[in-house]
């Protein structure tokens, strides 16, 4: 009888579980969104307790689609850098801080300063506000009453599994992204978390994301009308296991997801002197490998908010969505250059190369002339040349690039998809699974309970190309010169983005 495994996926919005079977072709996929609240600026956090329902939820929606009778095993996949600090009964003393939330950027400062050759040494990377030691620095300085109750600090995807299995631990690639991980000994690195101030034995225990941790609980089991002993595997940060998704962990392949934010990761094993401070590096889940990562923080966040800006909008409807596909195929009959606008997309500060907080979103060169079209299009261009800036260090770093393999949700807006291509200048193959992340959590759960860990065989079975575009030279060559034009404008707007910055917290004084 053909088996069926499970990933459970919790996002940055929404937690999602996918069913596939024994080759990897999803069966099905439930979705759930949850919250994320901004209780001052700057800050992004999520309660972790607010995962749970969404979880049961989707889970009991899979197996009903699916049945439950051939379900063996599932393993989880879980938003990066997200600490979430737990009591002595395992019960979330603090929201969870995102990957976005930017409020340890003096800590992120300090460790700079004080540590930065250390942190270079350990991980080749800075110890950035994203990264999870200076989350950690920042609630041990501002919530000290609360950090002398923490027992254990796990990530998104090690609480989720606390609560199916009722045992906590962690695996390499969250461990890596905590920038405390000692890569070579697979094991904590004590001496310097002891070193900065925090208590090693906050920490849990460190497996590999294809390691059997336990079974769903009988009384969990009987919530998501799971069969009993459901075994569960570890798994890990989500674009570790995006990487299974795409394939992304062989020489050669880039993968770029568009979600709200945007990534490109690539296996990398030399020259990362190159992307320092510039991208971020990270333990693949296929052992011994690391991946290096670029992060664009406004993806389609961005193309969304410039649509609810042009619709006087506060939220967007499914069908607000469509409305927004379409008027990004207006935009891209229009010539390249959106009419002299140039977007600068950080909305949520920079990030790769340049990760600057106090960077700001820019709509430079408008005119009586422009109008929606024209807005759209520089959204979709700015973020594309943000994409585009991380491709080129991945390709200085790991030399040619081969491949390129496109998934998230903003395949789905196609004008967008050729407007990247065309910018970047080299073919993109889509992936019929958007959800890359889900679907190498379940892959990571079949690799486990089969004990056959060749994720190059397992990849691609699992990987379906549905579209391949090809990029229009004539408009590549136009965009290398728009390109320019867009780096030379952040390089003159970022000093006033600091100036306003400083204009901000005094308050409006001009001082």
């Known amino acids: 009888m053909n088996q069926i495994y499970l990933g459970i996926d919790c996002g940055t919005t929404s937690i999602k579980c996918m069913a596939i079977n024994e080759k990897g072709k999803k069966l099905y996929v439930a979705s759930r969104m949850h919250v994320t609240n901004s209780p001052k600026e700057g800050w992004m956090e999520q309660e972790p307790a607010g995962w749970v329902q969404p979880m049961f939820e989707t889970v009991r929606e899979c197996v009903s689609a699916v049945g439950k009778e051939r379900i063996k095993a599932l393993a989880l996949s879980g938003h990066m850098s997200s600490p979430v600090f737990l009591d002595d009964k395992n019960q979330p003393l603090y929201p969870c801080m995102t990957v976005g939330d930017a409020r340890c950027e003096k800590q ?39 950090y002398k109750q923490t027992k254990t600090v796990v990530m998104a995807k090690d609480y989720l599994r606390y609560v199916l299995t009722g045992i906590l631990n962690t695996d390499t690639t969250d461990a890596g992204n905590t920038l405390l991980f000692d890569e070579k000994s697979g094991t904590w690195d004590e001496d310097f978390i002891t070193e900065l101030g925090i208590r090693s034995d906050i920490f849990p225990k460190i497996v590999q994301a294809t390691d059997y941790v336990g079974s769903v609980l009988p009384d969990i089991a009987k919530e998501c009308n799971l069969p009993s002993e459901v075994s569960v595997y570890c798994g890990g940060a989500d674009m570790a296991c995006s990487q299974i998704g795409t394939g992304s962990f062989k020489e050669g392949i880039l993968a770029i997801t568009l979600s709200t934010s945007g990534q490109a990761c690539m296996n990398i094993s030399d020259h990362m002197d190159v992307g320092y401070g510039k991208v971020t590096f990270h333990p693949s889940v296929v052992k011994g490998k690391r991946y290096a990562m670029g992060s664009v923080f406004s993806g389609g966040l961005a193309l969304n908010w410039c649509y609810r800006m042009l619709s006087g909008k506060e939220k967007l409807s499914k069908e607000d969505l469509n409305k927004m596909s379409l008027l990004a195929g207006k935009s891209i009959s229009e010539k390249p250059g959106s ?28 005119s009586t002339t422009t109008n929606d079209k024209s807005v759209f299009q520089a959204v979709m261009e700015g973020v594309s040349y943000n994409i585009k800036e991380s491709v080129e260090l991945m390709s200085e770093m790991a030399g040619e690039i081969t491949t390129i393999y496109l998934s998230g949700g903003g395949t789905h807006v196609k004008a967008w998809i050729r407007v990247l291509t065309d910018i970047i200048g080299k073919k993109i193959h889509i992936l019929e699974e958007s959800d890359a992340s889900t679907l190498g959590a379940a892959l990571i759960a079949a690799a486990g309970d089969r004990q056959e860990l060749n994720f190059e065989k397992i990849s691609a079975e699992a990987m379906r190309v549905v579209e391949t575009v090809v990029p229009d030279m004539n408009r590549t060559e136009k965009y290398k010169y728009l390109y320019s034009v867009y780096k030379e404008y952040y390089q003159m707007l970022q000093v006033m983005y600091q100036k306003i910055e400083d204009f901000v917290k005094e308050g409006g004084k001009c001082e």
């Open 108 to 146: 992120a400062e300090s460790l700079i300063k004080g540590y930065e050759d250390k942190f270079k040494t350990r991980t080749n990377n800075k110890p950035l506000a994203c990264f999870v030691a200076p989350k950690i620095l920042w609630f041990i300085q501002n919530e000290p009453e609360k």
């Open 339 to 366: 009419d002299g606008v140039v977007f600068l997309p950080f909305l949520t500060g920079s990030g790769s190369p340049y990760f600057c907080p106090t960077d700001r979103a820019s709509l430079v060169g408008m």
